[in-house]
C-alpha cells in the first residue's frame, strides 16, 4: 500500500501496522486511539507542525476513488 501514499498529496502517515517509508514522518498508533495515543498524536503534530500547508476544501471523493481504482 505504500504506492498509494505516494499518488496521494499528504504530509504526514498515520498508520496502524509498521511501514517502512521515509519520504513523509510516519506514526504508528494502535487501531483504537486511547488517551495515552492522543498525547503522541499532538506531540507528532508540534514536531512536524513545519509540513502544514493550507486547507484545500474541495470534495475530494472522485480523486480518492480514481486512486483505489487503480
Known amino acids: 500500500e505504500l504506492e498509494l501514499i505516494e499518488k496521494l498529496d499528504v504530509d504526514l502517515v498515520f498508520s496502524t501496522v509498521t511501514i517502512q517509508y521515509s519520504q513523509k514522518p510516519v506514526l504508528e498508533l494502535e487501531p483504537i486511539i486511547k488517551e495515552e495515543s ?30 483505489i481504482d487503480t
Open 38 to 67: 492522543k498525547k503522541r498524536i499532538t506531540s507528532f503534530l508540534n514536531e512536524n507542525h513545519k509540513l502544514k500547508r493550507l486547507v484545500n476544501n474541495q470534495d475530494s471523493t472522485q480523486l480518492f476513488y480514481s486512486l
